[in-house]
């Protein structure tokens, strides 16, 4: 059996490594191009600081009741994109509400993030019958039928209010604290929108009745 033999500073690197790609620093910030250690080094002092002053929480529900859905790196956007691929970091978050975060996607017209609920893996269709991607990205009108004058779901949430009730909240950290609302720890990792444990992956409705009949 062969053994492979690293020194320190190869260690190190494939930390560092692992740090890069495992963790979401950097995510898809370099465009495919693996940042340099001077770079990485330059980036990492920038954006972490960056990212625990300015991290912006993401979330589906109805406006003064429960988060229905809170949004992680890789829940798609109505444009069919990712969260992460949306504008997340900022130096200066904007003062204009609500907060808008577009797609960085080439030639995608999306200007702000929006959930779209699903059922199973199949999107819900609008009350015109038709689905998300038949419905352009900026203004969300149907494409197929002249009388859609925007993407609504007749579908219910599993909290009992009907999908049009629900919107989605880009957030600060003390914007989320004034309504009440878990805002864990202030992490480095990219896109992280409104996880902040295993819990936040349970849909709002579920987890309340996990603490009303626990295990």
């Known amino acids: 059996m062969n053994r492979i033999s690293l020194d320190k500073s190869a260690l190190k690197a494939i930390d560092e490594y692992l740090e890069y790609r495992s963790l979401r620093i950097v995510a898809d910030d370099d465009g495919g191009e693996l940042l340099t250690m001077q770079e990485y080094a330059a980036y990492r002092s920038k954006i972490v600081p960056q990212r625990a002053k300015n991290r912006l929480y993401v979330s589906f529900g109805v406006p003064g009741a429960l988060d229905c859905?809170?949004?992680?790196?890789?829940?798609?956007?109505?444009?069919?994109?990712?969260?992460?691929?949306?504008?997340?970091?900022?130096?200066?978050?904007?003062?204009?509400?609500?907060?808008?975060?577009?797609?960085?996607?080439?030639?995608?017209?999306?200007?702000?993030?929006?959930?779209?609920?699903?059922?199973?893996?199949?999107?819900?269709?609008?009350?015109?019958?038709?689905?998300?991607?038949?419905?352009?990205?900026?203004?969300?009108?149907?494409?197929?039928?002249?009388?859609?004058?925007?993407?609504?779901?007749?579908?219910?949430?599993?909290?009992?209010?009907?999908?049009?009730?629900?919107?989605?909240?880009?957030?600060?950290?003390?914007?989320?604290?004034?309504r009440g609302k878990p805002v864990g720890k202030d992490v480095p990792y990219a896109a992280m929108g409104g996880l902040t444990g295993f819990s936040s992956l349970v849909d709002g409705y579920l987890s309340l009745e996990l603490l009303k009949n626990p295990f």
């Open 69 to 178: 859905k809170l949004i992680g790196p890789e829940t798609q956007c109505f444009c069919t994109h990712r969260y992460k691929q949306h504008k997340v970091d900022f130096e200066e978050v904007p003062s204009e509400r609500p907060l808008r975060l577009p797609c960085r996607v080439r030639g995608c017209r999306c200007s702000a993030y929006r959930y779209i609920p699903q059922i199973g893996s199949n999107h819900v269709r609008c009350k015109c019958k038709h689905l998300p991607q038949d419905h352009s990205e900026d203004d969300h009108i149907c494409q197929k039928c002249g009388s859609c004058s925007g993407f609504q779901s007749t579908l219910t949430c599993g909290c009992g209010q009907p999908s049009s009730a629900h919107q989605t909240l880009v957030e600060t950290k003390s914007e989320r604290e004034a």
